[in-house]
């Protein structure tokens, strides 16, 4: 793959309702923050890639409608959806087109208005067979996995709830995050309403409206901009079986997880995640799937997940900050969310990340999550290759 | 302004050749098939044509259950807990109802299957699983 990098990101004000804008709009404020936040103009990008998952908004075939809000005119444009990972496949997507050699500047764009459509409608109609028997959606397949986690590696409501608190605190100092709690606490935490099992209201991501942008460029264009690019060093994908029962205590082993992560860790030279890593935005949908992700990630070793929260290792000032924009826990608006995950931590290298900024990052990680297990793994470093 | 409006969506969709057969065993002899793997020896449940394990086709359809163990559980609020069922003799769980038993599933918990009086050929011709009789 030929070295390629992030220029630039911009992100909408993600909320619970963006009633103000139609969804190119949304699209559009997006685009035209990543566009001006990389110095460039829309004549400057060769092709687009959009993140969205059609089913969640009424509306389909984004890749028609959603291009004029992300500049796609007379230019490539494909949509890519893969559940949660559709953004993070989306950026991967994108990083493939320029490391071609066939595209310099790629504009990847994520969004999702869940406002205006029925989510569960989406997810009830992804298996008319087998999943209609209890037909849980994304809330209840996640909350199924969680008793045997917490059997099997120690961890308590009390280490989840820590993680939600986490989430929340920092989205404060993130002026687009949806959810911001600066005063949340693990009690009000567990004493939010019972939603599946052992998952409070607080556990769990909202549902969002937003958008999020990236410019991704050649080496040749990156270069010229000397400190100014975030330069992807890996990037990794795995999916897994479409049928939750098929996989073996899926929290608890996270195979697709431990295998993008060993696979882009090897790709970038990182052996020890927790030290050589200085920010992570890992796409977490609900609290107990920080710590699982701890454990796949390399964080820390099986059934420390709950001690790294505990004693703040992956707080703003710990030894690696995880989520300093609040994470999924605070914003999501799915199609976004993945991109959102590598905007971030690409902010994060090129020192543009305001309030929730890590002095001095240089090495960032950004993961995707989807359907059950699906994953995806970027490493991103300061450093060109 | 805001526009308001619902969508209706029919569908009709065919469970293929292995779908069918577990779908028809269900409904005519409340009976479970698992499908075994010719290649891995996998026994998934619910019976599909390719092994989740390795992607072999499968044929081989044996009869699993109707006894099995909770893997794993949770419960929305109003609605009936359901979990992941590991069926007598296969290597796959089955996710569907636990309908009996108050507050939280222990791992390990026995339970069987109980069927619809009256079958159709879909999964909730089982209506669930509920603790095996005389198990602690
Ligand atoms: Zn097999």
Redesign the pocket.
Known sequence: MNPIAVIGTGQTKHSKARLDVSQPELIREAASAALQDADIGPDDIDAVVISNMEMFEGRAFPELWAGEGAYAFGKPCVKVATGGTSGTSACIAGFHQAASGEFDTVLVVGFEKHSEGHTQTGMALVDPFWDRAVASGALGNFALSISQYMAERGVTEEHAAQVAVKARRNAANNPNAHLQMPDLTVDDVLASRMLAEPLHLLDMCPQSDGAAAIVVASEETARRRGSQAAWVRAATTRHDQPYLGDLDRRLVTMRALRDAAQAAYTRAGITDPLREFDIAEIYEPASYAELAWYEALGFCKEGEAGRLITEGVTAMDGELPVNPSGGVLSTNPVGASGVIRVAEASAQLLGRAGAHQVAGAATALATGYGVYAWSDVIVMRTEKP | MILEGSIRLPFSYAAGVVGSRFLVALRDEQVILGGR?S??G?VSCPARSM?P??G?HVDDLVEVGPGGTVEAWTEMPGKPAFGLIRLDGADTALIHHLLSGEGKWQPNTRVTARFAPERVGDINDIEGFEEERGAS
């Open positions: 793997c290649d891995c996998t092994c394990e390795c072999t």
